[in-house]
């Protein structure tokens, strides 16, 4: 089965500054994806950014991007010139690109402060 | 449209009650799920229904009862209810896959959920 693990149960971050929040997860397949959910306090779960295991090119969108170092198992995500909107619950994901069972795993989370 | 719709937003109901919660999606996905979240927790899933089949059963109790009347709609029938299981419930959709290969999508589009308490 697999885990994913985040360490940061929370983080902080000033504003406009960058901030780097950590997951590392447990599979023995080689082929699959890796998200990061948002989860502000309107409750919606968006999605931030996807990383499929085959490509070994880091995915970026906008101020987001992540270091995925595919044999140390790790997907980090890199929040560049932090803004208030940005403060939320964080969730790092796995999903099997050959399983049809669509499970999502998800680590525990971390939950990031945005300081004016 | 990349929404997914759920009805009600919040919803407060007696252990004896029966409700239903909604979830409508228009993106064309055949796949749709259900989680339930508790506070500070990450969603914890519950149902998957793909081409309105139902897929996986995390071993829910029979209380909740899912239903998919077709590829956009997803319910989920509440009877009976304990008060611990107040939580935020989630719907989701996604692009399905009619076996072992690779999805093209694979992301799932979350609704804003139902914030549910059982008096």
């Known amino acids: 089965a697999q885990t994913v693990t985040q360490s940061q149960p929370e983080m902080s971050v000033q504003e406009a500054e960058t901030v780097t929040l950590s997951c590392t997860y447990d599979t023995s397949e080689s082929d699959y994806y890796l998200f990061w959910y948002k989860q502000p306090p309107s409750r919606q779960m968006i999605l931030v950014i996807r990383q499929e295991a085959y490509k070994q090119q880091n995915a970026t969108e906008n101020r987001f991007s992540v270091n995925f170092q595919k044999a140390a198992k790790s997907f980090s995500l890199k929040i560049s010139d932090s803004q208030l909107g940005d403060a939320a619950m964080y969730f790092c994901?796995?999903?099997?690109?050959?399983?049809?069972?669509?499970?999502?795993?998800f680590g525990k989370g971390t939950l990031l402060t945005v300081n004016p | 449209d990349t929404e997914v719709t759920q009805t009600p937003k919040h919803l407060v109901m007696g252990m004896t009650n029966k409700k239903s919660l909604k979830c409508e999606q228009h993106m064309g996905h055949r796949a749709m799920y259900w989680y339930k979240q508790k506070a500070k927790k990450p969603p914890e899933l519950m149902f998957v229904y793909s081409y309105e089949k139902l897929s996986i059963n995390e071993s829910v109790p029979s209380r909740f009862s899912p239903e998919c009347p077709n590829s956009s709609l997803l319910n989920l029938h509440l009877h009976a209810l304990q008060p611990e299981d107040s939580a935020l419930y989630l719907c989701?959709?996604?692009?399905?896959?009619?076996?072992?290969?690779?999805?093209?999508?694979?992301?799932?589009?979350f609704g804003q959920g139902t914030r549910l308490t059982v008096v």
């Open positions: 989701a959709s996604s692009q399905g896959a009619t076996g072992p290969r690779r999805p093209m999508n694979t992301e799932a589009f």
């Open positions: 994901a796995y999903r099997s690109a050959w399983s049809s069972n669509y499970k999502l795993t």
